[in-house]
């Protein structure tokens, strides 16, 4: 069974730091594009950092400078690091796995999200 757990959140003052992770099981990791995805409160789900099954990261306008992703295809592991953090990063957090062809999505997986909070 497909498998994708976040920990990691918490609540933070603003200007802290906090390092989310993502423990998967059940498929083939290192074949998979690894993505963190965010949602506030009354706001749509957006894409906050993507990290290739090659490497390749990239990252929110928003976010760049301040966040990190990376990964441990030995521990079928993904990181999201945070630093610099603002009220506006307080969302659910979730991981998500994709592999795909240039046509066509194969598979998609989520966790199902772990809370952080930034507040003085």
């Known amino acids: 069974q497909v498998q994708l757990v976040e920990s990691g959140g918490g609540l933070v003052q603003p200007g802290g730091s906090l390092r989310l992770s993502c423990t998967t099981s059940?498929?083939?990791?290192?074949?998979?594009?690894m993505r963190w995805y965010r949602q506030g409160p009354g706001k749509e789900r957006e894409l906050v950092a993507w990290i290739t099954s090659v490497n390749s990261t990239s990252y929110a306008d928003s976010v760049k400078g301040r966040f990190t992703i990376s990964r441990d295809n030995a521990k079928n592991m993904v990181f999201l690091q945070m630093s610099s953090l603002k009220p506006e990063d307080t969302a659910v957090y979730y991981c998500?796995?994709?592999?795909?062809?240039?046509?066509?999505?194969?598979?998609?997986?989520w966790g199902q999200g772990t809370q952080v909070t930034v507040s003085s």
């Open positions: 059940g498929f083939a990791f290192s074949r998979y594009d």
């Open positions: 998500n796995a994709r592999r795909e062809n240039p046509l066509v999505v194969l598979a998609v997986y």
